[in-house]
Nanobody, 117 residues
Framework: QVQLVESGGGLVQPGGSLRLSCAAS????????MGWYRQAPGKERELAAS???????IYADSVKGRFTISRDNAKNTVYLQMNSLKPEDTAVYYC???????????WGQGTHVTVSS
């Protein structure tokens, strides 16, 4: 059974930091592109950051220089370190696993991040 379980969300003041974690199971983690998407209230879901097995990263322009995605293939876990958080980073953050060759894709249940004073 495939599972992606996010943790680490919460309420943080502007300028603060959070670290999201996503623990994966039920598939060959190392073969998948791992990503973090986010969906703000009233907006479409968007890619925040992604990371291939080879270390190639993609970041949304809005988070470049503030967010860092990383993965630990031994622990089947992907992380999103979020620094200098802004109110516009408020969203539900979803963990994503995508195998572009097989065409399989999995989603976590989401974790809420609220940036507010």
């Amino acid at each position: 059974q495939v599972q992606l379980v996010e943790s680490g969300g919460g309420l943080v003041q502007p300028g603060g930091s959070l670290r999201l974690s996503c623990a994966a199971s039920g598939f060959t983690f190392g073969n998948y592109v791992m990503g973090w998407y986010r969906q703000a209230p009233g907006k479409e879901r968007e890619l925040a950051a992604s990371l291939t097995r080879y270390g190639n990263t993609i970041y949304a322009d809005s988070v470049k220089g503030r967010f860092t995605i990383s993965r630990d293939n031994a622990k089947n876990t992907v992380y999103l370190q979020m620094n200098s958080l802004k109110p516009e980073d408020t969203a539900v953050y979803y963990c994503n696993a995508h195998h572009f060759v097989l065409g399989t894709e999995y989603w976590g249940q989401g974790t809420h991040v609220t940036v507010s004073s």
